[in-house]
């Protein structure tokens, strides 16, 4: 048995079983599942029954958790980081940041009242929550290395005090594994360094040989500018390479990236865009040698004249 330390009480577990979307690998896949059980270790190798799960009525469950958040305002964000901060202690890294937001009554386990500040301080941070979070979400243009319109990252996971790297990634995909797991290439602008528009038609072509290297699997996903999916007549959110492809003469690969449709020959490599702006993601799940030193580069993605 092997023992992991959580640094914080809150504790988040993905299990992620690799299949090929066959009937035949589903089974497989769905045979190992149901396999997998979580218990508390006093009941470890004994009879065990989970009690009901409980869901807290208080908890909005409609509104995305990005929208409650940016709907906070300063009392109520730093009344609430308070809270956690004495839930899930700050690391020992933490110490300076913990002393400055002391100074300004933000304290672990400490009821947060910016009524009580000074005015003058209190003014100030009113209007706290909104810089920050247009600083957070400005962050995609310094989140790791940029090559062909792809910014990313082969230091996901492991922040340290780098806070805003570490807000960014929440804010964007609430977790992420470390490099040696999987990389995030993302793009949100063509060759030409141009934002993407569904209004126009673009390609990204792959030589023969030079796929995204990756010893798990690879995906291309689709997001509407604020990262959610995008509804379209196929239902396909994303390309990966586990998709039957159509390859050209020479080995190499196009994928299409509109809004309409490229043509019933071109479909299976087509990547439905919505009507305005769009963001693209590569995921690279146990990602090669090539990424993580930085010899394999993403090709640019290409508008179509």
Same mark, same amino acid.
Not at 10 to 27: F, S
Not at 52 to 77: C, F, I, W
Not at 107 to 120: H, I, M, R, T, V
């Given at each position: &048995?092997?023992?992991?330390?959580?640094?914080?009480? &809150?504790?988040? @577990?993905?299990?992620?079983?690799?299949?090929?979307?066959?009937?035949?690998?589903?089974?497989?896949?769905?045979?190992?599942?149901? !396999?997998?059980?979580?218990?508390?270790?006093?009941? +470890?190798?004994?009879?065990?029954? %989970?009690? %009901? =799960?409980?869901? *807290?009525?208080?908890?909005?469950?409609?509104?995305?958790?990005?929208?409650?958040?940016?709907?906070? *305002? $300063?009392?109520?964000?730093?009344?609430?980081?308070?809270?956690?901060?004495?839930?899930?202690?700050?690391?020992?890294?933490?110490? %300076?940041?913990?002393?400055? &937001?002391?100074?300004?009554?933000?304290?672990?386990?400490? *009821?947060?009242?910016?009524?009580?500040?000074? %005015? $003058?301080?209190?003014?100030?941070?009113?209007? @706290?929550?909104?810089?920050?979070?247009?600083?957070? &979400?400005? !962050?995609?243009?310094? $989140?790791?290395?940029?090559?062909? =319109?792809?910014?990313?990252?082969?230091?996901? =996971?492991?922040?340290?005090?780098? +806070?805003?790297?570490?807000?960014?990634?929440?804010?964007?995909?609430? =977790?992420a594994n470390r490099p040696e797991d999987a990389v995030y290439p993302m793009s949100e602008v063509d060759a030409e360094g141009k934002p993407y528009d569904g209004a126009n038609k673009y390609v990204v072509h792959f030589d023969k040989g030079q796929f995204p290297p990756a010893e798990g699997f690879w995906s291309l996903t689709m997001y509407d500018a604020a990262y959610f999916f995008v509804a379209n007549p196929l239902n396909r959110y994303t390309l990966s390479s586990r998709f039957d492809f159509k390859y050209n003469a020479d080995g190499s690969l196009d994928f299409y990236i509109q809004k309409d449709s490229p043509g019933k020959g071109k479909e299976s490599n087509w990547l439905p865009a919505p009507a305005g702006k769009f963001v693209l993601m590569l995921r690279l799940y146990w990602p090669k040698a090539s990424v993580l030193d930085g010899t394999w580069k993403p090709p640019a993605v290409k508008k179509v004249i």
């Open positions: &048995m092997v023992e992991y330390k959580a640094p914080t009480n &809150m504790v988040w @577990i993905l299990g992620r079983t690799y299949c090929t979307g066959t009937p035949e690998d589903y089974k497989a896949v769905h045979a190992i599942q149901a !396999q997998y059980s979580l218990v508390p270790l006093s009941a +470890y190798g004994k009879p065990y029954t %989970p009690p %009901p =799960g409980v869901v *807290d009525p208080s908890v909005n469950m409609k509104t995305p958790v990005r929208e409650q958040v940016h709907s906070l *305002d $300063a009392g109520a964000y730093f009344k609430l980081l308070a809270k956690l901060m004495k839930e899930n202690p700050p690391a020992a890294a933490d110490a %300076p940041i913990v002393a400055s &937001m002391a100074k300004l009554g933000i304290e672990p386990g400490k *009821d947060f009242e910016l009524s009580k500040l000074d %005015p $003058a301080v209190a003014k100030a941070l009113e209007g @706290i929550p909104s810089a920050a979070q247009q600083k957070i &979400m400005g !962050q995609v243009k310094n $989140a790791g290395v940029l090559v062909n =319109g792809w910014t990313f990252s082969t230091k996901t =996971g492991l922040y340290g005090s780098d +806070y805003l790297q570490r807000a960014y990634i929440t804010a964007v995909g609430l =977790g």
